[in-house]
Structure formats: structure tokens, C-alpha cells
């Protein structure tokens, strides 16, 4: 028997907000901070999840680990998003060590312009990780200046439209996945701060016998760090 739990619970937070200022970069790939899950409406099979692998210039400490599971029967398609609330400020670029296992599938990384197009007449906001079967490339994408901003990130997606008869996994690993944004003209910095509570669970809801839990994530787009207290009622 399934229970929607509904707990009201407050949370204060009492934290210095300092002035926006210039570039400021996060890593997507973080397991500390952000999660990944498959999306809706796919229809391959697939996991995210966290791999032990890193390239040799390795300057983070996690790498992110997305799987496809193709049936090799026609197109198939499947998208994996972050649980990042937004990237606030103007997106500037962003830029990731990648290594793929197989060469046929593609993945792709997904974007949305100011207006929620995903398309600037009719070449989609997008940019495509090029496959070399098990070695780590270096990728640096800067956002084209015909895409209105503020640029936002949906998430990645994967389909086998080139190779509708590959059957298999298909995974790619994602270390230091960063983006840059300029939030220099953000005039308000309470807006580059923000706490969220998850639970893991889609839609919150939970079986009887599952543990009541969630986690507290503070995102901040501020150059500098933030400093307060939290409390929990």
C-alpha cells in the first residue's frame, strides 16, 4: 500500500548575502551536491549513477556515470536531468572530461534559450559529445551569442537515431562537469542563494515501510561563500 506523506516542516535561514561578482563556476557532477535521475517519457531503459573512473587530469573529486540500455528493435530515446534548481546570471560556457563505450548512440547535452525555445530557427540548442570508444576527451562549448539569454540547462539526453540496430549499454562518464555564468548583473544576490529539500522519492510518495528521510542542499552563485545558521522545526 502506497501513503503520500506530507510533512510541514519550517526551515530559517539566516546567511551574509554579499554582491554579485563576474564569472562564477559549479561542477554538475558533484555527488555531494547534485543528483541525477532519468526523466520522463523515455523509452530506452537506463541508470545514473556515480563511477570510480577518472582521466588522468582528474581535478574533481567525482565522477557521474549515465547508461542507456538499448533494445537494438528501432529509434530509442532516454534523457537524464540534475536536480539543480537553475543557473542563474547569463550562461557563458561550461566544459567537462568525457569518455564514452561505444561509438554508435549519441548523447547530447540540452539547452533552453530566454524565450523556453529549444530551437533558433531549426538548429536545436544543443551540443553533442563526439564518442572515441574508451577514451577520456576534454570538451570546452562556449554559449553562441544568437542564443538569448539567460541560457538555461534541461539536462542530457541520449537516443540511437544513427544506429537503431545497436543493442546493449551505452554509458558515458562525466568528470568535472562546470559551468560558467556571469552573474555580474544580478541585482538582487538573495536570488543566487537558495535551499532545497529532497527526498529521493518521485512525487514524495513512500511505502510503509521506507524510511521517512531528506536531504538539505544550499546552492550558491555567489562568488564567495556564504556563512549563517540553519535551523529545522
Known amino acids: 500500500m ?14 551574509s548575502l554579499l554582491g554579485a561578482d563576474g564569472l562564477v563556476s559549479r ?14 517519457w523515455a523509452t530506452a531503459q537506463g541508470s545514473a549513477g556515480e563511477s570510480k573512473a577518472k582521466p588522468p587530469q582528474a581535478a574533481a573529486t567525482s565522477t557521474l556515470m549515465l547508461t542507456a540500455e538499448y533494445s537494438g528493435n528501432g529509434f530509442e530515446h532516454i534523457s537524464f536531468k540534475s536536480s539543480i534548481a ?20 549519441s548523447w547530447i547535452l540540452a539547452f533552453k534559450d530566454g524565450k523556453g525555445q529549444e530551437k533558433v530557427g531549426w ?17 570546452s562549448f562556449d554559449i553562441p551569442a544568437e542564443w538569448e539569454q539567460p541560457v538555461s540547462f534541461t539536462g ?32 538582487d ?10 527526498t529521493g522519492h518521485q512525487r514524495e510518495i513512500f511505502t510503509t515501510d521506507d524510511e521517512l528521510a531528506f536531504r538539505l542542499v544550499l546552492e550558491n552563485w555567489q562568488a564567495q561563500p556564504v556563512q549563517g545558521k540553519l535551523a529545522f522545526e
Do not use: M
Not at 502506497?2 to 546567511?15: D, G, M, V
Not at 544543443?126 to 572515441?132: A, F, G, H, P
Not at 543566487?192 to 529539500?197: D, T
Open 123 to 139: 538548429k536545436k540548442l544543443e551540443k553533442s559529445l563526439s564518442i572515441k570508444e574508451g577514451e577520456w576527451q576534454e570538451l
Open 86 to 105: 537553475r543557473i542563474p546570471g547569463e550562461l557563458q560556457r561550461f566544459t567537462v572530461w568525457y569518455r564514452g563505450t561505444a561509438a554508435g548512440p
Open 189 to 198: 544576490p538573495a536570488t543566487l542563494v537558495s535551499i532545497n529539500a529532497e
Open 156 to 187: 542530457i539526453n541520449a537516443h540511437n537515431w544513427g544506429d537503431q540496430k545497436f543493442k546493449g549499454p551505452s554509458t558515458v562518464e562525466l568528470h568535472d562537469l562546470r559551468f560558467y555564468t556571469d552573474v555580474s548583473q544580478v541585482s
Open 2 to 15: 502506497l501513503q503520500s506523506i506530507l510533512k510541514t516542516c519550517a526551515l530559517f535561514l539566516c546567511i
Open 27 to 40: 561542477n554538475l557532477a558533484d555527488s555531494d551536491i547534485y543528483q541525477w535521475t532519468v526523466g520522463p
